[in-house]
């Protein structure tokens, strides 16, 4: 069995992909493309035995979990569990998730890691052919006290390490509190170093004298106009006294209309929405409902 070295990273070999799938289980196989052989190679450095046994116990899971039909049963029961959803897709092609602490009122550990896990399908599902990772907007607006339970962040870390693996392209911090540096004093050491590298903090300064131009100037090189200007609309509502008329999006089944031009939307880019209204066969669960 040839081995794949580090360097041979980016470039994993079709008798690669082949020798893993001699390793597991046939059903396992069927279930696995090409790219997810691949993803988890690349995870672990070449390692053929070890991405085989990692990938077996990821088909096992989500045999297991029942994650291809999982849904969010918090936001079944109150739409309004959480605020994280895909909006659009970066320079690249990548989806993006973005989510805000201020407009989620689900705290539970559990509940939040099915949430997690339903975005992350949804995000994979509307990869086109060649893009294998997503980028995730974090929006720290809201984050308190009841927020500093590292357990979700945990969750988040074993999930993508775990399950996900090469999945992650970038996370962005937006606006993070004093509050948070206690909290990612303690995660810090958890992260992986190839994670921490992916992580951008970012200030919020949409409604100072810079205008926005300090979140423009650091996500330039990742995000689009059209999707810098939906972020900074989006997080000047979400911090409003007063905000549009157009409620916030806790599902997604109307995509047949979109709101004036001038009215932010709240559901994603203009782009991304139309793109959606194409693949609406993609969305689930509370996705599906109707109203906000």
Known sequence: MSPVTPASRMNVKGEHILQVRQQIAEEHSKNSSDSDVSRFIRAVDGNLTLAAKRLSATCEWREREGIKDMICTACLRNPRSHYMHVVGTDLSGQPVIYS????????????????????????????????????????FHGFGMADCNPKIAKIFLSLTSTHYPERLSNIVVVGAPALFNGLWSMLRPMVPDVTKEKIRFVPYDAESKTRGSQMRAA???????????????????????????????????????????????????????????????????HQKQSGS
């Open 219 to 285: 996500l330039k090189d990742i995000f689009s106009e059209e999707l810098l200007e939906w972020l900074i609309a989006e997080m000047k509502d979400s911090r409003a006294k007063v905000r549009s008329k157009i409620p916030k999006v806790y599902s997604l089944s109307d995509l047949s209309s979109l709101p004036p031009p001038e009215e932010h939307d709240p559901r994603g880019t203009a782009s991304f929405v139309k793109q959606l209204a194409e693949l609406s066969h993609v969305l689930t669960g």
């Open 100 to 139: 805000i602490f201020s407009n989620a009122v689900d705290k539970n550990p559990e509940e939040n890691k099915k949430h997690m896990i339903h975005q992350f399908e949804t995000a994979v599902k509307l990869m086109p052919p060649g893009i294998e990772r997503w980028v995730w907007v974090m929006d």
